[in-house]
């Protein structure tokens, strides 16, 4: 049931961003919407559902781009990894949490792309205009994460997948 939930909200995750347009003025820069969900299983869940959640939403990004498969998914992998490595030191479940790991979430995975990518012989771009895209992207990430985030949360806890755990600063008071 866990993988059957995580594969439909990763679906619609890739669905939501193919068709979310490219931000043409910052370097052709696009949602990145299935790292804000890999960003929330590696916050939110073990390390098993983690490594399954990246290497998923890693193939169907590749699948819907021009990158060959495999190399979203390793992207996405250090990315969780270094996300979940600080899981037990923040309030995870808070808004500003969300935005601060979608945008740095954002930025590594353009920039592991980049070295990926041009290590293969596969990208001949600027540093400059790869620097702007990470950027904007980052951008996009802190704006998208805490939306995905509550998205994935509230259906992980509909399903009863999840226990329902609410560390806002009011249950601190």
């Not at 790991?101 to 001949?124: E, H, I, P, R």
């Amino acid at each position: 049931m866990n993988f059957t939930v995580m594969l439909f909200v990763l679906a619609c995750g890739a669905v939501v961003q193919a068709v979310i347009p490219i931000w043409t003025s910052a370097a052709q820069a696009k949602a990145p919407v299935l790292a804000a969900m890999v960003v929330y299983y590696a916050l939110a869940r073990d390390g098993r559902t983690l490594l399954w959640a990246a290497i998923l939403a890693g193939l169907m990004q590749d699948g819907l781009g021009s990158v060959p498969f495999g190399f979203s998914s390793v992207t996405f992998c250090l990315m969780g990894w270094l996300v979940a490595r600080f899981k037990d030191v923040v309030f995870a479940h808070e808004a500003f949490t969300h935005m601060l790991f979608g945008a740095f979430a954002g930025f590594v995975q353009t920039m592991c792309m980049y070295v990926l990518l041009s290590g293969a012989n596969l990208l001949d771009m600027a540093f400059v205009v790869v620097l702007q895209k990470a950027l904007a992207t980052a951008l996009l990430g802190a704006a998208l994460t805490p939306l995905v985030f509550a998205g994935c949360s509230v259906m992980d806890k509909k399903m009863g997948l999840v226990e329902v755990q609410d560390t806002s600063w009011r249950d601190l008071l």
